[in-house]
């Protein structure tokens, strides 16, 4: 099974930008469709963004034209490009192989937007 390792949190102005990395082990990563998923306090965990292993994204209204999803099979790594980051941005954020209900998670990463 793969285990996955989220990185890149912090502390983040609003308006400001964010670099998530999630990084598996193992070398089939490459056959895995992959996800960012958040998850705020006393709410439930939201899907972000998808990429298909062909490279296709897809986003949740609330971050589309702002959040990127990329992935790097070389690096075994999939990431999330946060950028015009809002308070309600503020969340502990997944990444997980698809299909979720059945993938592996990391551990999460805490993203705050605050001033």
């Known amino acids: 099974q793969v285990q996955l390792v989220e990185s890149g949190g912090g502390l983040v102005q609003p308006g400001g930008s964010l670099r998530l990395s999630c990084t598996a082990s193992?070398?089939?990563?490459?056959?895995?469709?992959m996800a960012w998923y958040r998850q705020a306090p006393g709410k439930r965990r939201d899907l972000v963004a998808t990429i298909t292993t062909g490279g296709s994204t897809n986003y949740a209204d609330s971050v589309k034209g702002r959040f990127t999803i990329s992935r790097d099979n070389a690096k075994n790594t999939v990431y999330l490009q946060m950028n015009s980051l809002k308070p309600d941005d503020t969340a502990v954020y997944y990444c997980?192989?698809?299909?979720?209900?059945?993938?592996?998670w990391g551990q999460g990463t805490q993203v705050t937007v605050s001033s």
């Open positions: 193992g070398s089939i990563f490459r056959l895995y469709g």
């Open positions: 997980v192989t698809l299909p979720a209900e059945f993938g592996s």
